[in-house]
């Protein structure tokens, strides 16, 4: 006896699972439990050391500085640890960078960067967000990671008393978190420069750019990460550092920010961008991939702090 199958119906199935799925999803983005799962899932916070920096001192030079600085935690008279880094330049002279990482690796793993940034001369001021690293190992929201980086800012002003040699950098996520905070902050009298590497407009769109599962989740995300609506209200000169090969966060992208950018600065008569595009360019390696370059773009920047 032959058996007819219908194939429609699995097909059809498969599509109503995957809907009734992106419907669940929307309909509990309001969840706290999901909204951490989220979180947790998106950021990938990496607290603790790895193993080869387990001892204290253990990565730094002769000056360098570790401190915790205490948060005010979620519950009520509860404070959270917040990791600072202070590398010092020889030159006192030099400019200052706050350093504000991306998603997944800590400042440990996030060395290598730094030692690029500070070869070019500036003195460092970086921070672990709470859920990274050294901080307190909580799941960090974007409201956590924006409260961090002015709290990473205030210790760069602490360190460095010229407000003009104080810059902001930010690579992938913490380019959003350099946007916001440069957003609320002005030239000469706050600050004298922002650098982003990597960065994207909003978080959605990065997920948009996955396919369709990232178009999914980009429809029912909490997550924002908007720095396409914040770009014009930066009234510093912008170095914007993009990798053409990123498969993390697409050129186009970096692009899309870099012309909303251009755009308010012409409106206002404020600096604008310097575009740096790195052929063949990685997410998180254009330091090691092209130094020449990157290095001429960083001291280019620290020529123009006066």
Not at 121 to 139: H, L
Not at 168 to 187: D, E, K, Q, W, Y
């Amino acid at each position: 006896m032959t058996c007819c199958v219908n194939r429609t119906r699995p097909r059809r199935l498969r599509a109503a699972g995957l809907l009734a799925f992106s419907l669940a999803l929307a309909a509990l983005s309001g969840c706290a439990w999901l909204g951490a799962k989220e979180r947790e899932a998106v950021l990938r916070p990496s607290p603790g050391r790895p193993a080869a920096f387990a001892q204290d001192g253990a990565g730094l030079r002769p000056g360098d500085q570790r401190y915790l600085l205490q948060m005010p935690g979620e519950q009520q008279g509860r404070s959270e640890a917040l990791a600072i880094w202070y590398l010092p330049q020889a030159d006192p002279a030099a400019p200052t960078l706050l350093y504000l990482h991306g998603t997944l690796r800590n400042l440990y793993e996030n060395l290598p960067k730094i030692d690029a940034l500070r070869e070019a001369g500036f003195a460092i001021v970086a921070v672990d967000y709470r859920g990274w690293g050294d901080s307190e190992p909580i799941i960090p929201s974007e409201a956590t990671i924006t409260a961090d980086s002015r709290a990473a800012f205030a210790e760069l002003a602490k360190h460095q008393p010229d407000a003009r040699k104080r810059v902001i950098f930010g690579h992938s996520m913490g380019g959003s978190a350099a946007v916001t905070l440069a957003s609320g902050l002005r030239r000469g009298q706050d600050y004298g420069a922002l650098i982003l590497e990597s960065t994207f407009t909003r978080m959605p769109d990065v997920a948009r750019e996955a396919g369709t599962i990232g178009r999914m989740a980009a429809a029912v995300t909490s997550l924002e990460f908007d720095s396409l609506s914040k770009i014009g209200r930066v009234d510093a000169p912008i170095l914007m550092l993009h990798g053409s090969a990123d498969k993390t966060v697409p050129v186009l992208l970096g692009r899309r920010l870099r012309d909303a950018a251009d755009k308010a600065a012409d409106a206002a008569g404020t600096p604008g961008v310097r575009w740096v595009e790195f052929p063949e360019g990685s997410h998180s390696g254009l330091h090691r991939e092209s130094p020449d370059l990157y290095q001429a773009a960083l001291k280019s920047l620290i020529s123009t702090l006066k």
